[in-house]
T-cell receptor, first 111, second 112 residues
Framework: EDQVTQSPEALRLQEGESSSLNCSYTVSGLRGLFWYRQDPGKGPEFLFTLYSAGEEKEKERLKATLTKKESFLHITAPKPEDSATYLCAVQADTGGFKTIFGAGTRLFVKA | NAGVTQTPKFQVLKTGQSMTLQCAQDMNHNSMYWYRQDPGMGLRLIYYSASEGTTDKGEVPNGYNVSRLNKREFSLRLESAAPSQTSVYFC???????????FGSGTRLTVV
């Protein structure tokens, strides 16, 4: 069964304190792994797609990496405005249009 | 702004009542989706439409029906609401498989 597990559930950082969020996945064959950001009361906002192990994507203070079993979202020198829930999702190459989402990591960045 | 528009934003229903959640996208995307989001759980797929004229069940379809009215619009209907359907509902769209989704801002539904 395809599964996505995110850790930690919540992460509290001081402004400027770099860290990483983990997304472990089990899928028969990976079509794509996705990262989203979700602010309270809003819909998820697409950040990155990763397709194969070794691939990396960057956007401002965020960098996503992918291995055959997990993905990391590295946050460098975070700011309070980076506070949000970060969602990881996978789509299997045999899953048609079905994307499986993890429960998310809630990130709090204190000034 | 281009994107996915959902209506209504909030709704309270009594058990047994029916309602339709509306969703429209203006990005000319082929595929559209309905998800529900509950505390502590990931987004779960209810129904999706790979292209205009087709619909398929997702992970949690029981108690729901959908209609892909045209390429832009994809509605979700609750025929007889139950308290277990209290949730936040998100509509999303994409160009196809293997690409990220654009989500709407959600409908917060409470069934009492």
């Amino acid at each position: 069964e395809d599964q996505v597990t995110q850790s930690p559930e919540a992460l509290r950082l001081q402004e400027g304190e770099s860290s990483s969020l983990n997304c472990s996945y089990t899928v028969s064959g990976l079509r794509g792994l996705f990262w989203y950001r979700q602010d309270p009361g809003k819909g998820p906002e697409f950040l990155f797609t990763l397709y194969s192990a070794g691939e990396e994507k960057e956007k401002e203070r965020l960098k996503a990496t992918l291995t055959k079993k997990e993905s990391f979202l590295h946050i460098t020198a975070p700011k309070p405005e980076d506070s949000a829930t970060y969602l990881c999702a996978v789509q299997a190459d045999t899953g048609g249009f079905k994307t499986i989402f993890g429960a998310g990591t809630r990130l709090f960045v204190k000034a | 702004n281009a994107g996915v528009t959902q209506t209504p934003k909030f709704q309270v229903l009594k058990t047994g009542q029916s309602m339709t959640l509306q969703c429209a996208q203006d990005m000319n995307h082929n595929s559209m989706y309905w998800y529900r989001q509950d505390p502590g759980m990931g987004l779960r797929l209810i129904y999706y439409s790979a292209s205009e004229g087709t619909t398929d069940k997702g992970e949690v379809p029981n108690g729901y029906n959908v209609s892909r009215l045209n390429k832009r619009e994809f509605s979700l209907r609750l025929e007889s609401a139950a308290p277990s359907q209290t949730s936040v509902y998100f509509c999303a769209s994409s160009e196809g498989q293997g690409v990220g989704y654009t989500f709407g801002s959600g409908t917060r539904l409470t069934v009492v």
